[in-house]
């Protein structure tokens, strides 16, 4: 709602500073006299302006009534009408993007507009220029965001691939050791449990040895497999399993 409700506040600031400039050139300037039909143009920009005004107000209306009420049929029927305003907004958006290129031809083509109706055509001049200057913002906007986004990923690639699934292809996991426990397999008793399900191991279980350094980890054969699916490092020391294929392949150009 306060996103909704700031943009409303912004679209009206803007919408009573350009009205209010077309109603007092349309009053003083009755008869234009001019080779390109501007004053249609002013006409339907306040036109335009005033729907779209309407059709804020009107979906941040049900967008407040639907959070505040708690009945769902009014909820569904609230939501669907904020739905058809936000649609509705959209089309008029798009309506005063083509008016506007419109509006610019016609003022940019205009020969005699300047010195046959000066108010007309600087009404219509200054709204080319504050829209332009707003769009130029928005713009600048996005390059920055662009911008500052490219260089935090530079600066920290890692943070991008939280989301990316980092887990090792199960052909890999099947490749690493395992083992049937037994008393004595490992050489510290204490040791002698699974550090993801902290259970302790029992004759028979099939045990995955990762391989770690200096000690390889080890941990249920079930446990560490869903794990290493997810993410391919080992959950005590973080090293990742195919390491030793990289530290293989590094020798190997070495030599």
């Known amino acids: ?47 335009i302006l005033i729907c779209s005004l309407l059709i804020r107000i009107w979906t941040t209306i049900n967008q407040y009534k639907r959070i505040t009420v708690d009945n769902q049929d009014i909820s569904l029927c609230l939501r669907l009408q904020s739905r058809a305003g936000l649609f509705l907004q959209r089309v008029m958006n798009m309506f005063w993007c083509v008016w506007f290129l419109i509006g610019m031809v016609w003022t940019f083509k205009s020969e005699t507009c300047s010195k046959t109706s000066p108010p007309l055509y600087i009404l219509s001049l200054t709204i080319i220029i504050i829209n332009l200057f707003l769009i130029g913002i928005c713009l600048l906007c996005c390059v920055c965001a662009f911008l500052c986004f490219g260089l935090f990923y530079l600066l920290n690639p890692q943070a991008f691939g939280q989301s990316v699934n980092r887990g090792a292809p199960k052909i890999l996991i099947e490749k690493l050791e395992t083992k049937k426990f037994v008393k004595g397999l490992l050489d510290d008793d204490e040791d002698a449990k699974c550090a993801i399900c902290l259970s302790p191991y029992e004759e028979g279980d099939e045990l995955r040895f990762l391989p770690c350094k200096p000690k390889n980890h080890h941990y249920h054969r079930d446990c560490v497999d869903e794990w290493l699916l997810m993410n391919k490092t080992c959950p005590f020391c973080k090293r990742s399993i195919d390491s030793n294929e990289d530290d293989e392949k590094q020798q190997t150009l070495d030599v």
Request: hydrophobic share 55%; glycine share 2%; net charge negative.
């Open 1 to 47: 709602l306060c996103p909704s409700f700031f943009s409303l506040v912004l679209f009206s600031t803007y919408f009573v500073g350009v009205c209010s400039a077309i109603v007092v050139i349309i009053v003083l300037n009755k008869d234009p006299l001019c080779d390109q039909p501007l004053h249609v143009w002013i006409y339907v920009q306040l036109v």
